[in-house]
């Protein structure tokens, strides 16, 4: 589960990205489209430190990815700026870990970490979606 406990520190690596980007607009949506997802499924994100990769369950299409500077969606497939590289990023600059030219990402055959701790709450069920 990701926390995003300094706002302002975040605030202020968000308004800095976006400032650097700014003759790039593939990239600002993509870094607005982050904010928005890390502010909104947080939960369903983590970040490995030691590998310094961002491992997402993304809500849109229900895959789990691993982003740090490459990414297996659609969007990094063909090329174009994702949110899962730019929430990446934002997150390792709050954290303020090095970047690592060569993580290893959660192999596909494997089973995929677990984004939520285990509960005794019963779920609760928002539209069709299970919580």
Partial sequence: MLAINNTDKFNT?????????????????AINKAVTQISLNGDFMTYDETENYLVIWSQDS?????????????????????????AARLVRLYLELAENPNPRFPNEAEHAPYLKPSTTKAPITVGRFRI
């Avoid at 229900?62 to 949110?83: F, L």
């Fill in 62 to 86: 229900d895959k789990i990815y691993s982003a740090n500077g490459v990414c297996q969606c659609e969007a990094y497939k063909r090329g174009v700026p994702c949110w899962h590289r730019s």
């Fill in 13 to 29: 690596i968000v308004k800095d990205a976006l400032a650097k980007s700014a003759n790039f607009p593939r990239w600002q949506n």
